[in-house]
């Protein structure tokens, strides 16, 4: 079972004499402290149904998340989908997010029974940004692929139709990423 990181009573700092320097040390693995009993079981659920993707353990506040490799994410979504004891069978949210070497993906899925929010996150770097699409598990994701191409310049292979949703066929550059330039412009 996945659990949050304990200090060691033992090991107090307290307990150490004044003229010894006590050696910090980072915990090991992902903080999940934010996550309650439920939300841990069902993590270690998730952890298990997706071992053959290798999933690293994390949260987003008090969601249980994980993190997978985007080669992997069509396979780990049907898993979600799929999987009885996860009944991933909606998708909430997908959104893409800019960070300085890549672009990561945010899934927020949906169980219905019993009600449940899990988070898969996966990474595509700038000079590759191509994840599967997962058109074929959520009719849903069309829109959420289209539109985090338009802004973001991620392409998703396997996607019915690339075309622009929020731009124009012509408009050039990624106006969500960082690095897009906005122009000052005065308001009358």
């Given at each position: 079972?996945?659990?949050?990181?304990?200090?060691?009573?033992a090991?107090?700092?307290s307990d150490?004499?004044?003229?010894?320097?006590?050696?910090?040390?980072?915990?090991?693995?992902?903080?999940?402290?934010?996550?309650?009993?439920?939300?841990?079981?069902?993590l270690?659920?998730?952890?298990?149904?997706?071992?053959?993707?290798?999933p690293?353990?994390?949260?987003?506040?008090?969601?249980?998340?994980?993190?997978v490799e985007?080669?992997?994410?069509?396979?780990v979504?049907?898993?979600?989908?799929?999987d009885?004891?996860?009944?991933?069978?909606?998708?909430?949210?997908?959104?893409?997010?800019?960070?300085?070497?890549?672009?990561?993906v945010?899934?927020i899925?949906?169980?219905?029974?019993?009600?449940r929010?899990?988070?898969?996150?996966?990474?595509?770097?700038?000079d590759?940004p191509?994840?599967?699409?997962?058109t074929?598990?959520w009719?849903?994701?069309?829109?959420?692929?289209?539109?985090?191409h338009?802004?973001?310049?991620?392409?998703?292979d396997?996607?019915?139709?690339?075309?622009?949703?929020?731009l124009?066929?012509?408009?050039?550059?990624?106006?969500?990423?960082?690095?897009?330039?906005?122009?000052?412009?005065?308001?009358?």
């Amino acid at each position: 079972m996945v659990t949050p990181e304990q200090p060691d009573a033992a090991s107090s700092p307290s307990d150490a004499p004044a003229d010894e320097a006590v050696e910090e040390t980072e915990p090991e693995g992902p903080d999940l402290s934010s996550l309650n009993d439920d939300a841990l079981a069902l993590l270690d659920v998730m952890l298990a149904a997706l071992e053959p993707y290798d999933p690293q353990p994390g949260t987003l506040r008090e969601l249980p998340q994980v993190t997978v490799e985007r080669q992997h994410i069509e396979g780990v979504c049907r898993t979600m989908k799929d999987d009885d004891r996860l009944g991933a069978k909606m998708l909430l949210c997908m959104s893409a997010v800019d960070y300085p070497e890549n672009v990561q993906v945010v899934y927020i899925l949906q169980s219905l029974e019993p009600e449940r929010t899990l988070v898969v996150k996966t990474e595509a770097p700038y000079d590759d940004p191509v994840l599967p699409s997962v058109t074929g598990v959520w009719r849903a994701a069309d829109w959420y692929e289209r539109e985090a191409h338009d802004l973001f310049g991620v392409s998703f292979d396997g996607h019915p139709d690339l075309s622009p949703l929020l731009l124009y066929d012509e408009f050039e550059g990624f106006p969500g990423r960082k690095e897009f330039p906005f122009y000052e412009y005065r308001e009358f």
